[in-house]
């Protein structure tokens, strides 16, 4: 098999493309996704990311939005990665990662929520996709894996990277190292804090036991109803697979289905422009 060096460069043209095309449509995903399950408006005003956040747990691999897991699942340290929606979006200084239990759905909200991670000072590493790292943050509440109790749902576990601008002020009571599991007000918290916007998101959900209660309906998300699926679908054979993540390549998600790999979306770009294989 020959290639000259024009055909390498369409060809990485055309693959660039097609990451691009597959991150925005993540970006939309997980919009939808936070709409869907209540999230927003329940318990974030407006969710507006710039970003996909990636979700790791050892032993399960990478996570699909709303993905349920066990409680034995989600006790180690999960690893977390940011790819930006595009090329435009430069994320550079100090981040606050937070994950909150958001409760099963239709929980209010008002009442707060049961803080599992904060952490200040965080910063992004390498290339696209970024690594979350703590290392040289602030851990005012380590991470707690979920233990929900028993009988009362799935809740909704949600994780969020925010900007920390310099006016960043953490409140009293949550503004030093190792501050156990309690209850705090998200909103309260940013607003007090002066964090700045969501770079990212994603949630999981974990339930202990059979649930008491019937929990609020939901709808799935099929990514081949959002607006960046048809832009992507200009570069490719097919159109996107219906999805209840948009972000995972080559591997089932929640919902059962699978999105086109990039590794196809390459393939079908170069066919496309009439590049034979010899």
Do not use: C
Request: proline share 7%.
């Amino acid at each position: 098999m020959k290639f000259s060096a024009a055909f390498v460069s369409v060809a990485l043209a055309a693959l660039a493309a097609a990451q691009a095309n597959n991150t925005e449509l993540g970006v939309e995903a997980i919009e939808a996704h936070f709409s869907n399950a209540g999230i927003v408006p329940s318990l974030l005003a407006s969710f507006d990311p710039v970003g996909v956040l990636s979700l790791s747990y050892s032993g399960v691999g990478d996570i699909s939005p709303g993905q349920s897991l066990t409680k034995d699942q989600v006790g180690p340290t999960p690893v977390l990665a940011v790819t930006p929606a595009n090329s435009t979006v430069q994320l550079t200084g100090n981040f606050t990662l937070v994950m909150a239990d958001a409760g099963p759905v239709g929980t209010d909200e008002t009442a707060g929520q049961t803080r599992h991670w904060l952490v200040n000072g965080v910063t992004l590493t390498g290339s696209s996709p970024l690594n979350v790292s703590t290392s040289a943050g602030v851990a005012i509440t380590d991470y707690a894996g979920p233990a929900p109790a028993a009988g009362s749902g799935a809740h909704r576990y949600v994780i969020l990277l925010y900007t920390q601008p310099d006016n960043f002020t953490a409140p009293d009571g949550l503004d030093t190292p190792n501050v156990g599991v309690s209850v705090f007000n998200l909103a309260d918290y940013v607003q007090s804090s002066n964090l700045g916007s969501i770079v990212a998101g994603t949630y999981i959900t974990v339930e202990e036991g059979t649930a008491s209660v019937t929990p609020s309906a939901t709808s799935a998300v099929v990514t081949s109803t959002l607006p960046a699926a048809h832009s992507s679908s200009a570069s490719s054979t097919a159109p996107p697979s219906p999805s209840t993540s948009g972000t995972t390549a080559n591997k089932s998600n929640g919902a059962g289905s699978v999105v086109t790999p990039l590794s196809s979306v390459f393939v079908a770009a170069l066919f496309g422009l009439g590049f034979v294989f010899f």
